[in-house]
């Protein structure tokens, strides 16, 4: 079971910056292939980013290319996301998630606002 905390939302400005942090709970941190995901109002929920255990391989959605920044460091137990050149449509729900393969995650947090105003 791994147990994952999301922190660091909020509101901002467009053009603003954000970062997001998600803590997990367990020893074996370095196994899983960590993703960032969001919902908007009315939307479904999409993946921004992921990478692999040994931040080897990274993934964002087009969207975002450019803009976030996925990173983690295995000895915290952390992953983060770097958000810059926030725009509106970036506002969601933010959500870390943990899983053994890659595009497959099998934990969730409860997830973190994010609103980026005009």
């Known amino acids: 079971q791994v147990q994952l905390v999301e922190s660091g939302g909020g509101l901002v400005q467009a053009g603003g910056s954000l970062r997001l942090s998600c803590s997990a709970s367990?020893?074996?941190?370095?196994?899983?292939?960590m993703g960032w995901f969001r919902q908007a109002p009315g939307k479904e929920r999409e993946i921004v980013a992921q990478?692999?255990?040994?931040?080897?391989?990274?993934y964002y959605r087009d969207s975002v290319k450019g803009r976030f920044t996925i990173s983690r460091v295995n000895a915290k137990n952390s992953v983060y996301l770097q958000m810059d050149n926030l725009k509106p449509e970036d506002t969601a729900v933010y959500f870390c998630?943990?899983?053994?393969?890659?595009?497959?995650?099998?934990?969730w947090g409860r997830g973190t606002q994010v609103t980026v105003s005009s």
């Open positions: 367990g020893r074996t941190f370095s196994r899983y292939v």
């Open positions: 998630a943990a899983g053994l393969r890659w595009g497959d995650f099998d934990y």
């Open positions: 990478i692999t255990g040994n931040s080897g391989s990274l």
